[in-house]
C-alpha cells in the first residue's frame, strides 16, 4: 500500500510516500512559490509512484465544508498568489485515488493522536498548536476533528496581559495583542529588537510567553477536555514548556483534574516535523477503507 | 411515550414528563435541600408516571467518563452536602429504563439544538453560555457533546481586561479575574454595590461586561467554530447582547467569516428556561431509541 502526504505549507510543500504502517518510503521538500509552479512540481513528484491514496494538510485559511462550492480550496490567505486556490481540485485531478483534505494543524494532531495509538497511550482527544511565524491549532476528538462551520483559528482569542508587558501593543495585523500577537516569532523582534533564535533562555521574555501560553492551554484544557495538548514550531523549547506548565498550574489554581502536566503538556512525540505527514498517512489510510 | 427529564440545580430540581413530540405533560420544582431529602421527593415525583425513558442534567462538576467508579456523581461541588452524591445510581436504583447524564448547560445545549431542528434551522453546532450566579456552558457538535476528559468548564478562562475595569479584582474564588469572576451576577454588588436587577441599563458597567463576553464569543468561536452561541442566565438581557455583538464585531475585526450576528449571538428559543427540560427529553428518547 502507498499513501501519499502533502503539508502545505506558507515556504514549502513537504510530499512524502508512506506505506501501511506509517513509514516514510520517500519524502521530498517542494518550495512554495506560485500555485501554478508549486503545484505542477507536486504533481510530478507523486506521478512516480503508484498511489492508493493521498492526504492534504495545507495552510489556510481553508474551506472545509464538502456542501461549499469553495471545498478544497485555500481561500482568505494573505500569502501572495495562493487566494482562493482550488488545492485540493487540482490534486484530485491529477490522483484518481481517495484524498483527505484538512488543515496542517488538523494534520499534526492527528500524527500524534495515531502516535499515541500506536505508543499504547491510546489517549480520545488531543489539541496540537503550532507556535511560530504564526500560531494555530487543531484539535482531535473520538477520531474526528474539532470543527463546526470552519476549522479552529485557537491563535486569535484574546488573553489576559502580562503586568510587564502592558506596553507591548502586539503584532496581530487584525487584532493586534491576541495570542498570535503576543507570543508568535516575530514578537521577539518586535520586543527586543533580535531574533527568537538569538534570545538567551535567561531573559524575561519567556515568563512573558510562557503567562500568555499557559492561558491557550487552559482555553483549550476548559472549553475542549482535551487527554493531550501538544506544542510544535519554532518558538517551542523545553525550558519555556516547562515555564509553560508551571504557569499553568498557577493560573489555573486546581480547578479542574489534569494529567499530570509533563504529560499533558508536551512537544511532538513525532520527530522531525512528522506529524502532519504520519497524519496525512493514516487518513488517507482511513479514507481508502471507509 | 413518556420521558423524564430532571434539571438539578443548585437552587431547586425542575422535573418534568414530557412526550415524544417534547411536549411538557406535567412539571414541578422541588428545592435543593439535602440529597436524601430532594433525591426522594424526586423520586416520589416520578413515581405517578409510567416512564419510558429518562433525562437528567444537573450542575456540576460531574463526572461524566463511563469507565471511572464515579460516573454518574455530582463530584467537588462547594454545595454543602451535596459532594460526591451518586445522583446518577439512586434515579437508575428506582426506575429501570434508559437514562441520559449530563450537565446543566450540556441539557440546555442539546434542548437549543433539537429546537433548531425542529424550527427548520437545522444547525449541526452549538454552544450553550449560561451567565447568572456562575457561568458555564455546554456544546453540541453533531449530536454529540464536546468533552474529551471531562465536560467543558469556559467560564474559567481569562479574558484581556478592560481598561475602564483594571482595578476590579473579580470575585472567582479560584481565579479572581477570569470570565466567571468578571460578569457573574455577584459583580454588580461587587463593584456596584447593588444587584444586577436594581442597575440601569444605561450603567458603563453593561460596555464591560459586554467586552468580556465578547471574548467569550471569541475564543467559543475560534476554537469550536459552532454554528450558534445561545445565552442564557439572570445576567443576560437583550441590550446586554446587543452590545455583545457589537462588540465581537470590534474586537473579532472580521478575521472569520460568521453568520449574521443577530442570528449568530441569541437569547434561547426556548422560552421559560425550558431549554434543559426539552433537550431531557430528546436525550431520554435517543437512548430509548439507540
New interface residues.
Partial sequence: MLIGSIEAGGTKFVCAVGNENYQVQDQVSIPTTTPNETIKAVIAYFKQFELDAMGIASFG?IEIRKNNPLYGYITTTPKPNWHNTDLLGQIKAAFDVPTTWTTDVNGSAYGEYVMSTLSNEKI??LVYYTVGTGVG?G?V??D?F????????????????HPSDLDFKGICP??A?CLEGLVAGPTFEARLGQKGETVPLTDPVWDILAYYLA?AV???T??????KIVFGGSVINNMLLDKVRQSVTE?????????PLDQYITRPAIANNGSATLGNFALGLKELQS
Fill in positions: 485559511p480520545q482527544s491549532a484539535a476528538m473520538d474526528h474539532l470543527g463546526g462551520i470552519g476549522h479552529p483559528e485557537m491563535g486569535h482569542t484574546f488573553v489576559k496581559r487584525y487584532h495583542d492561558q487552559i482555553q483549550a476548559l472549553i475542549v477536555r482535551p487527554a493560573q489555573l489554581n486546581g480547578y479542574v483534574e489534569l494529567p
